[in-house]
């Protein structure tokens, strides 16, 4: 694998240890004390840990090379990979709903310490850390997953506010408030995995990554270039791709349209982070009559 595949699956593993602890830790003591709110959290981290195992194996399959059946790569792989992880969340998301409806029709009561408090806010300093860190990365090393990871791993700060709003509450002798809190889980779980999947969704279906006006604005900055037009894009973050056509005068040599195009090819390059590849068609200058 190359550098930037092994530094991404040594963040996930990083931060797969880092789920399994705090899943352990609220599945734990939130099964000892009944309260449904943390135990939930609990489950919502797990499922961070197995997203984080798929996550690693993906990376492993994308950082393979171009070969005769996957031409263009296995990047998108990675992307998939995104999916597969927002499906494990939506389904999460759809068992804590569950568990919280039976909860309302049982006698079980929750049981709140000090401790109970404590632990969840040492998750939470756990996920802040872990969500800036992973976001960091992300945008360093270009990657869907590290990227779509840390968006999860935000919503879980927000889920563990909650579980706090919910032991107050308790506390405070209203005990109702337990599983409407995890009702509240349930949602944001699910609403995190939908918005991962419509975001990785765009790359697999090849939508447009990059704006052709601001494509064709850099590409007239190389002398010789009397015509952009055509411009498609597609890819994934770090493995963009554009084809485009360009028009030249129709009396200019083929050696000198030849270098025009690759001046468009490394001008677009350096000028736009994340493009892996430019595909110019040159074209003659129509004459207008």
Not at 45 to 61: H, M, R
Not at 139 to 161: C, G, K, M, P, Y
């Amino acid at each position: 694998m190359d550098k930037r595949s092994i530094k991404i699956q040594q963040i996930l593993a990083v931060i797969l240890v880092l789920n399994f602890l705090v899943a352990f830790v609220k599945i734990v003591y939130g099964t000892l004390t009944n309260t449904l709110s943390m135990k939930s959290d609990g489950y919502h981290s797990l499922f961070d840990g197995i997203s984080n195992i798929v996550g690693i194996i993906a990376i492993f399959v994308a950082a393979k090379p171009p070969d005769k059946t996957h031409p263009y790569g296995h990047q998108k792989f990675e992307t998939l990979a995104s999916i597969i992880i927002a499906i494990l969340i939506i389904f999460v998301g759809f068992e804590i709903f569950h568990n919280s409806i039976d909860r309302f029709t049982s006698n079980i009561s929750p049981n709140v310490t000090n401790l109970s408090f404590l632990v969840m806010i040492g998750t939470m300093a756990i996920n802040m850390m872990v969500t800036e860190y992973e976001r960091r990365k992300g945008e360093q090393l270009s990657s869907d997953i590290l990227l779509a990871d840390s968006i999860h791993t935000r919503s879980d700060i927000f889920v563990s506010l909650s579980v706090l709003v919910a032991l107050v509450a308790i506390k405070a002798g209203y005990p109702i408030i337990d599983p409407l809190i995890s009702l509240i889980i349930a949602a944001v779980i699910v609403k995190a995995g939908v918005s991962i999947i419509l975001s990785s969704s765009k790359t697999l279906c090849d939508a447009a990554q990059l704006e052709e006006d601001m494509i064709c604005s850099l590409v007239y900055e190389i002398e010789g270039v009397e015509n952009c037009h055509n411009v498609r894009t597609r890819g994934c973050i770090g493995e963009i791709h554009i084809d485009l056509h360009i028009m030249v005068r129709p009396d200019m040599p083929l050696y000198d349209a030849h270098a025009i195009s690759h001046k468009v090819m490394e001008h677009l390059k350096s000028k736009i982070k994340g493009v892996s590849e430019v595909m110019v068609h040159v074209d003659p200058l129509k004459e207008q009559k």
